[in-house]
């Protein structure tokens, strides 16, 4: 597995690199990845549940079924993703992907997609009951109930090769924040508030 724990050598702005914001539902990934893009000079947010939604007629989701269609349907939303990622890195803008990305295979293909662009994967984790709590929120709050299930996958798939940050006890403007650190050529203060794995 590639590492893909830091930002791009050049920076993050620019469409120097494709940065990929995941986690568990409600974990905080949209409003983050709007937040940093709205921080660059030129960056676009890519919102996977905006474009996996582009298939109406016939869609199912990623756990739906049948299981075959919906791993079709999620594999090609995310050639999609890929797509225009890197369209918009070509023109000079830095994609910023928000999106669930729970397996290894799954990460492979945006990274072998995106290639030899460079990808900065940061996973999102401020825990079960802090996620179960912002979806109660939501206007848009479903039932989920595999959130461990969901999160220990990714750390057994992709564990240090992603930044993991535990947002819990911070509001979204101190993680952004953090990242807007990490960003820096010099982040070594922000290189300690990283989580243990």
């Known amino acids: 597995m ?34 940093l893009a709205e921080q660059l000079e030129h960056s676009a947010w890519l919102n996977g549940d905006q474009i996996h939604g582009v298939i109406v007629g016939g869609r199912v989701w990623a756990l739906g079924e049948p299981k075959d269609e919906a791993a079709r349907q999620t594999h090609l939303g995310n050639q999609n993703l890929v797509a225009v990622a890197r ?32 990808l900065w994967l940061i996973a999102l984790d401020p825990g079960d009951a802090a996620c179960r709590a912002r979806n109660l929120q939501r206007d848009d709050s479903f039932t989920f109930d595999g959130y461990d299930d969901l999160v220990g ?7 240090a090769s992603g930044w993991w940050i ?28 990283l989580e243990p794995l």
């Open 2 to 35: 590639r590492d893909h724990n830091e930002p791009p050598s050049r920076g993050i702005d620019h469409g120097n690199g494709c940065v990929i914001i995941t986690g568990a539902p409600a974990s905080g990934k949209s409003t983050l990845a709007r937040r």
């Open 87 to 118: 369209n918009c890195a070509q023109a000079g803008f830095t994609p910023i992907i928000d999106w669930i990305i729970p397996d290894a295979d799954q990460l492979a293909q945006f990274a072998d997609g995106l290639s030899p662009l460079p």
């Open 166 to 193: 535990n947002s819990s006890g911070q509001a979204a403007e101190e993680t952004l924040q953090l990242i807007l650190d990490r960003a820096q050529p010099d982040h070594g203060s922000a290189r300690e508030m």
């Open 153 to 159: 996958g990714m750390r057994r798939a992709f564990g």
